[in-house]
């Protein structure tokens, strides 16, 4: 069971996540927790730990005396016993202390490696974590905690977006938590975090501890991963957009995969890669709301499902970038150097278009990424005898992704979305369709991004489905 940030939002979330996880282990259910750092944590690390770059030791002080705060009442709030409360707001207390040597450390160096960026990120968790052990331990049900290290989860050295050595790590976790499990105690892991092989800290990229829970789901054999959060399952679309979008009983991991790449936030985007492999069924679940079944994400959806289009998704804070250049038509290689230049500066691409003419490739981005692209772009390839002869960017665009397995092989559907969007009078920049067939993604601009997220949800009829 992993829970997200919200669910562990404030002690009282938190006393509510140890009783509902202990009315499970009382009826005889062998639960590993992971849990996320409490909401806002990480962002607030990221923001302290690029103030302190910047040389401002004035921000650190408030940061963590505020953070401290913020932990203590949640222990006030969650843990009745006066002894557990001492014992984890010591953990606090000492972590938060190394917290504040390693921001004080990035500020005196002025550098904030992907590397030290990680460690500062870890803290997040490293401080929930305590709190939720606390609560189950306060329930007097056995429990034992530990960090995504500890646990042994071991990834390569990609700080910021580390991925699991899955063989070594199932070894570890088996050999650690196995023998646990079967005595009834139940182990808290700490989302997000684990190590490289030297033992240095790593992140598995935001939204991680989705990751975590499946990597464990995955190394401990379990019969299912449920995913905790603050909605009851996946939905047609982002009830933040939509409020009347309606929950999805069941997904494949093909479909679920793709809606998580596609920005819907309640799954990290790789966490199926292992329990598809293994074929370990995944439930998205609302924290609020245990009476409900909430999505199930298996290798075939059991029911079949008629309609082509299931859900729409908006992603922000991307941009678009657009090379053209003659010499790339019919010129083989060209798009490999296009791609070789923003692969080597850690610059992921996240959907291409290019004409058939190759006079042009266009290219969706983070868009905090746009302008190391363009430079490093102008660099290899632009100067005298370079491939590319113009660069050019929109900085005011969201993709727009509409999905469903049934997509394949139905006629129709793309016009259909494009006559939604036409008769909104908005314009469409750029079209992909994987060759999967499981989504058509599209950039509009920004501004008109909910319109047409309202207008596609409304015209299928997902709020219906
Ligand atoms: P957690 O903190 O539990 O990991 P997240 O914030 O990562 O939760 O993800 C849950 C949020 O994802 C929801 O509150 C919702 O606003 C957002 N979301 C976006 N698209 C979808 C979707 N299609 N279905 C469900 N939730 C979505
Ligand atoms: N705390 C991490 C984040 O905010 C991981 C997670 O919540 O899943 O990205
Ligand atoms: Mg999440």
């Known amino acids: 069971m992993k829970f997200g940030g919200t669910s562990v939002g404030t002690g009282t979330n938190i006393r509510h996540v140890a009783d509902l996880v202990t009315s499970y282990a009382k009826k005889d259910v062998k639960v590993t927790v992971v ?96 709190i939720v052990w606390g609560a189950i331990k306060d329930s007097k049900v056995e429990t034992a905690c530990f960090t995504g290290k500890e646990v042994g989860i071991v990834t390569d050295n990609n700080f910021g977006e580390a991925n699991p050595l899955m063989n070594f790590t199932t070894h570890l976790i088996r050999e650690r938590l196995s023998p646990m499990l079967e005595k009834g105690v139940i182990p808290v892991v700490t989302g997000f975090i684990a190590a490289n092989q030297d033992g240095i800290v790593t992140t598995v990229g935001r939204g991680g501890s989705d990751y975590t829970a499946t990597i464990l789901g995955v190394a401990l054999k379990a019969d299912e991963v449920w995913i905790w959060t603050d909605v009851d399952g996946i939905m047609t679309t982002d009830p933040k957009i939509v409020p009347a979008a309606k929950m999805i009983p069941q997904l494949s991991y093909q479909e679920a995969a793709e809606m998580a790449i596609f920005g819907a936030k309640a799954m990290h985007p790789r966490a199926l890669g292992p329990v598809n492999k293994e074929n370990i069924p995944v439930r998205i679940r609302n924290t609020a709301h245990p009476e409900n079944n909430g999505t199930l994400i298996t290798k075939e959806p059991q029911a079949e499902a008629k309609e082509a289009v299931k859900a729409v998704a908006m992603i922000k804070d991307v941009a678009m970038l657009n090379v053209y250049g003659a010499a790339m038509v019919g010129a083989p290689g060209s798009y490999a150097k296009v791609f070789d230049v923003l692969g080597k500066n850690g610059i992921n691409v996240m959907m291409i278009s290019a004409a058939a003419s190759e006079a042009n490739i266009s290219m969706i981005i983070k868009r905090g990424l746009l302008g190391r692209a363009v430079s490093n772009l102008e660099i290899a390839l632009s100067e005298k005898g370079g491939i590319i002869s113009e660069i050019t960017t929109e900085d005011d665009v969201a993709v727009i992704a509409v999905m469903g397995a049934n997509m394949k092989g139905t006629l129709g559907v793309a016009s259909k979305i494009f006559q939604i969007v036409a008769k909104k009078g908005i314009n469409i920049r750029m079209i992909a369709q994987g060759s999967s067939e499981l989504n058509i993604s599209f950039v509009v601009k920004e501004k008109d991004g909910v319109a047409v997220v309202k207008a596609i949800h409304e015209e299928f009829n997902l709020d219906k489905a």
């Open 35 to 130: 849990v996320s750092a409490l909401a806002g944590v990480t962002n607030s690390l990221i923001e302290t730990a690029c103030q302190a770059k910047k040389s401002d030791a004035q921000s650190i002080e408030g940061f963590t005396k505020g953070l401290l705060q913020k932990h203590q009442e949640a222990i006030a709030a969650a843990i009745k016993s006066k002894a557990i409360q001492k014992e984890v707001t010591e953990i606090t207390e000492k972590t938060i202390s190394e917290l504040e040597k390693v921001l004080t450390g990035i500020c005196y160096v002025g550098e904030l490696t992907p590397k030290s960026k990680d460690y500062v990120l870890s803290f997040g968790e490293r401080l929930s974590a305590p």
